[in-house]
């Protein structure tokens, strides 16, 4: 240090302290160019370290004193007292000493850092002659030098010395038994090598002298024979002195102690030292001084500090503004950066500025590290939360794109898994609204990152769509059908693309990427109005059902049965619902259709699903028939059969044959289209069926009775009749009344030989199975015979003869076909 002082000159006042030769007095200021109440304040303390003794050869003279502040004049000085004797006597004979004051005021000392050795160096050798203040130049005494001395003194027993001091202790150094102290000169330099281990400013409050002797004083520092009670001794060449007792000081020496042992380097950290030139104090200040200490070691100190959680803003920045982060190597950085991101995140503006200027390629690349080393998947997504979030929030508003950097660096990173970047898309978007491009490609890109996006958004909640819909809008643009993943297709379908060329794995792809997709899937596309969904949906949601029972009502909300739709659509959701047996009976949804080109459609929907599955085609064939199928329904019927022969008829029969016997739905055998009838009664040997079935149609379409003489002449010649056809005619007989039975079996006997009408009464009264049939047949028989009779006899008499009065008959029964026996249950006529 006083790089300067060599160049420029000081003024420095003085004054002395003495008797005039020869004359019986007492001390005092001779003369000065300070005032001498002023003068005398360090005169006496100076004094007051006592005279020299003879049996003391290390006290000989000439001594000095070095003094800053004191209780009558707290603002500090630089101020050294010479004590000299001359050789002279007072008037009593008594050696009569002199004590020379040379005073330099503070702020020209603390600018420079004016040490001692270099004042004991200038000091003139007599006083001027006149009163005035003098000019001085003081030589340089570098920190090389101080330091050289500390390192011969011992740095642990030196460093000990200053650490007492700042315990405001009075520290004597003594001689070592046998040993001399050094000259003067020396000591002044020892003395000032220990106090260049504290800060400069402790010389505003530390007094020192080169020897002391008995009296009472009040110096800090000083060498003497011995230590007195209540001072510390600390032997010069010795070992350390004992350690201070308060926390501050012991804190301040194991802090001096680090960084010589940290530096390997007593020069620098002197250095340090003699810049501490604020804040001057009339007394110890160990934790300003330890503060001034830290102030070498700043940076390490700070992120020490950090790093146990006791970081303060202020002293980061003030680290940053001495070591840019570009200096700093990994660690340190990476610890400040953390502490910024910490108190950017609970909404410090400061911080947030801070990590904005110092914001670079590496501590982007830095905090991607951080996010990397965190440890588990939740733990690194957090963190990559926490950094994304501050520098949205704070930094990009004084560095504008520097979370697109950071965004990008983390989602690209190689080292998360690609479900973790997935989310931190979604995150990103749905928290800050930020999405870009890069993100984007990413997405369309790769599945697994996409189908992660994709489960986060579609489980929100809010279920924004415009996410998917940018990512639909890029592929149309920007890819073709065939590199489009099967995933994105088929979410354009959702959102109102044509489902042409999407397939079930696409719609697989998108609803398996995220919890109960089906279901979600299901109910976005009902939302968006989009029931063509279903078509790609089905064949892998038919098999999704069987384990999740929900998804039939929820094709039941998406293709509602009072709304029309596309013929494949209805038939799709009217197959989906029958096979879960959710909504209405049957197929309902086919009575809606519009025209022809539905019902062909709805047709080939059917095929389609039918083809491949047997269990689905049982189920159909149920749906189908259940209750009456109307004529569309018999339609589909009649196509599908036509189309799947083999797989489609034998099922429909079987239904048909269950239930026109009897088991389970009666079904009315003239609601059946005649090639079904000819197929069940082929199928099952049952030709009685094809007869009755025909007889009740031709009753129903009110054939001629000659038309139901052939008919049952054709199905054989009593008794060979069916029982069931006995049955159907005895029904219709009943129903009809015995007239049309009569006028049919006449035809039969027309048509056929033997009599096959007559035999015809003689099968259906040959039992009681239809009451009252033989009662109405023998009661009809007798009224027309009377009749008969009653003709021949007329025709007996001649042309003269007077007509008989005609008997009153009972009425006929008239009616259509309505009471058939058993053999058709159900519907009555």
């Known amino acids: 240090m006083n790089r300067n002082l060599g160049k420029e000159r000081l003024t420095a006042h003085w004054a002395v302290l003495g008797k005039h030769p020869g004359r019986t007095m007492g001390y005092e200021v001779l003369r000065g160019s300070l005032p001498d109440h002023r003068a005398g304040t360090y005169l006496w303390r100076a004094a007051a370290t006592g005279a020299p003794e003879g049996h003391d050869p290390d006290g000989t003279l000439p001594w000095r004193v070095f003094l800053g502040a004191s209780d009558t004049h707290p603002d500090p000085v630089c101020a050294c007292v010479e004590t000299s004797w001359d050789g002279t006597s007072d008037g009593t004979g008594a050696p009569s000493y002199t004590w020379r004051l040379t005073l330099l005021d503070w702020p020209d000392v603390s600018r420079s850092a004016l040490t001692w050795s270099g004042i004991d160096r200038a000091l003139p050798t007599k006083p001027p002659a006149d009163d005035a203040p003098t000019g001085i130049t003081v030589p340089d005494t570098s920190a090389a030098e101080l330091a050289a001395v500390v390192d011969d003194l011992g740095f642990a027993w030196a460093s000990g010395v200053a650490a007492l001091l700042l315990d405001n202790r009075q520290v004597a150094i003594t001689p070592r038994p046998g040993r001399p102290l050094p000259d003067v000169v020396d000591r002044v330099r020892a003395l000032d090598a220990i106090c260049s281990l504290l800060p400069y400013a402790c010389r505003s409050w530390l007094g020192a002298a080169t020897w002391t002797g008995q009296a009472q004083h009040d110096l800090r520092l000083f060498f003497a024979p011995t230590a007195r009670a209540g001072q510390c001794a600390a032997v010069f060449g010795g070992t350390p002195p004992q350690e201070p007792r308060g926390s501050a000081a012991r804190g301040y020496l194991k802090g001096l102690r680090a960084l010589?042992?940290?530096?390997?380097?007593?020069?620098?950290?002197?250095?340090?030292?003699?810049?501490?030139?604020?804040?001057?104090?009339?007394?110890?200040?160990?934790?300003?001084?330890?503060?001034?200490?830290?102030?070498?070691?700043?940076?390490?100190?700070?992120?020490?500090?950090?790093?146990?959680?006791?970081?303060?803003?202020?002293?980061?920045?003030?680290?940053?503004?001495?070591?840019?982060?570009?200096?700093?190597?990994?660690?340190?950085?990476?610890?400040l950066t953390g502490y910024l991101v910490h108190g950017a995140h609970d909404r410090k503006a400061r911080a947030g500025a801070l990590l904005a200027e110092q914001w670079s390629d590496r501590l982007r690349s830095l905090l991607v590290g951080e996010v990397l080393a965190a440890g588990s998947p939740a733990r690194s997504f957090e963190q990559a939360e926490r950094y994304l979030g501050v520098v949205q929030?704070?930094?990009?508003?004084?560095?504008?794109?520097?979370?697109?950097?950071?965004?990008?660096?983390?989602?690209?990173?190689?080292?998360?898994?690609?479900?973790?970047?997935?989310?931190?898309?979604?995150?990103?978007?749905?928290?800050?609204?930020?999405?870009?491009d890069r993100a984007d490609r990413i997405l369309v890109r790769e599945p697994a990152v996409a189908k992660t996006w994709l489960r986060y958004l579609l489980k929100h909640k809010r279920r924004d769509l415009k996410p998917l819909e940018r990512l639909v809008r890029r592929a149309r643009t920007e890819l073709t059908a065939d590199t489009t993943p099967g995933w994105l297709r088929f979410a354009a379908v959702l959102l109102g693309d044509s489902p042409a060329g999407t397939t079930a794995t696409d719609a697989a792809d998108f609803a398996e990427a995220f919890e109960e997709g089906w279901r979600t899937t299901l109910e976005i596309a009902r939302l968006q109005r989009r029931p063509e969904v279903l078509g790609p949906m089905w064949p892998r949601l038919w098999l999704v059902a069987r384990t999740e029972r929900g998804l039939g009502e929820a094709v039941g909300r998406l293709v509602p049965v009072e709304e029309r739709v596309r013929g494949a659509v209805a038939a799709e959701a009217d197959l989906f619902c029958a096979a879960t047996r959710t909504g209405p009976p049957g197929m309902p949804r086919l009575e809606r259709l519009a025209d022809d080109a539905e019902q062909r459609a709805y047709i080939a929907a059917l095929i389609n699903r039918l083809g491949p599955d047997g269990e689905l085609r049982r189920l159909a064939v149920d749906a189908l028939l259940a209750g009456t199928p109307g004529p569309r329904g018999w339609r589909v019927v009649e196509q599908l059969g036509l189309v799947l022969p083999d797989s489609f008829l034998p099922p429909v029969c079987e239904v048909l044959h269950r239930r026109l016997t009897g088991r389970g739905r009666p079904l009315d055998d003239l609601d059946v289209p005649a090639y079904l009838m000819e197929q069940v009664s082929r199928r099952y040997d049952m030709a009685w069926l094809r007869s009755v079935h025909e007889f009740r149609r031709a009753v129903q379409d009110h054939a001629s009775y000659e038309r139901l003489a052939r008919l049952l002449l054709a199905a054989g010649a009593p008794p060979r009749l069916p029982v069931q056809l006995l049955d159907t005619v005895a029904g219709w007989t009943l129903a009809q009344g015995p007239y049309g039975l009569e006028q049919v079996t006449r035809f039969m006997d027309e048509l056929a030989a033997d009599l096959p009408g007559l035999r015809l009464y003689r099968a259906l009264a040959r039992d009681d199975r239809h009451p009252g049939l033989r009662e109405l047949l023998t009661e009809h028989s007798r009224r027309q015979r009377a009749r008969h009779e009653r003709i021949v006899a007329e025709l007996r008499h001649g042309p003269d003869a007077p007509i008989a009065a005609e008997p009153a008959a009972d009425g006929e029964r008239r009616g259509v076909l309505g009471k058939m026996g058993r053999i058709v249950p159900g519907k009555r006529r």
């Open 260 to 335: 010589r042992a940290k530096a390997d380097d007593t020069r620098t950290l002197v250095r340090h030292l003699l810049a501490a030139t604020e804040p001057a104090t009339s007394a110890p200040d160990p934790c300003g001084a330890l503060k001034a200490l830290r102030e070498a070691d700043l940076l390490d100190s700070v992120v020490e500090e950090v790093r146990s959680g006791a970081g303060d803003l202020t002293e980061v920045a003030r680290v940053l503004q001495r070591h840019p982060a570009a200096s700093l190597d990994d660690r340190r950085l990476t610890v």
């Open 393 to 436: 929030n704070v930094v990009e508003t004084h560095r504008p794109g520097t979370f697109d950097e950071l965004f990008h660096a983390l989602v690209e990173a190689q080292e998360p898994t690609e479900g973790w970047a997935g989310s931190l898309i979604y995150m990103a978007e749905d928290q800050w609204g930020r999405s870009t």
